[in-house]
T-cell receptor, first 115, second 115 residues
């Protein structure tokens, strides 16, 4: 089944404790992206990647890191989480970056609480 | 920054009625997409309309695009309780520069359909 898989689905952690949220897609998509969703703010893009070893900042990259060593994986790293990073996070992938069609396929989400 | 702005923020209707949601955006776009999100779940793509199209249909969905007004509307006809969800518009800017491949989401409209 074609899908984007995020892990973990729920995570409670403490300030300053490094964590990684994994994202994997099995659709051979070039484009992958991370978003955070907060009440009243909609979805905001954190980082995106147009292919292996190609990543770039989105609208709210501060406090996050990403890597794209393999096409299928795009982990989101919080080196020193803070309470303002408590949010619902989504990974998404897309088959094209330059064609008119840029439909994104979303994972189920990771709900993160930083205490 | 969020480009898409949905209106209304919340909509409550009875089953069988039509639901109309609007989206406005600010910059030139390549295409505009509508996504649906069930509570706390990942977004699911509904329909894409290109900048040179004015109307598109998919089942009970009808999307219009007015590039002169920088606005789009999503109409769900004969709504069902199962249509209860949040609906987001997302715009893809014209290719080039740092907006390459990026989707910008609005804040969403919460639709509640009462049985």
């Amino acid at each position: 089944e074609a899908q984007v898989t995020q892990n973990p689905r729920y995570l409670i952690t403490v300030t300053g404790k490094k964590l990684t949220v994994t994202c994997s897609q099995n659709m051979n998509h070039e484009y992958m992206s991370w978003y955070r969703q907060d009440p009243g703010l909609g979805l905001r893009q954190i980082y995106y990647s147009m292919n292996v070893e190609v990543t770039d900042k989105g609208d709210v990259p501060e406090g996050y890191k990403v890597s794209r060593k393999e096409k299928r994986n795009f982990p989101l790293i919080l080196e020193s989480p803070s309470p303002n990073q408590t949010s619902l996070y989504f990974c998404a992938s897309s088959p094209r970056t330059w064609a008119t069609k840029n439909i994104q396929y979303f994972g189920a989400g990771t709900r993160l609480s930083v205490l | 920054s969020q480009q898409g702005e949905e209106d209304p923020q919340a909509l409550s209707i009875q089953e069988g009625e039509n639901a109309t949601m609007n989206c406005s955006y600010k910059t030139s776009i390549n295409n505009l997409q509508w996504y649906r999100q069930n509570s706390g779940r990942g977004l699911v793509h509904l329909i894409l309309i290109r900048s040179n199209e004015r109307e598109k249909h998919s089942g009970r969905l009808r999307v219009t695009l007015d590039t002169s007004k920088k606005s789009s509307s999503l109409l769900i006809t004969a709504s069902r309780a199962a249509d209860t969800a949040s609906y987001f518009c997302a715009t893809k800017a014209n290719a080039g520069g740092t907006s390459y491949g990026k989707l910008t989401f609005g804040q969403g409209t919460i639709l509640t359909v009462h049985p």
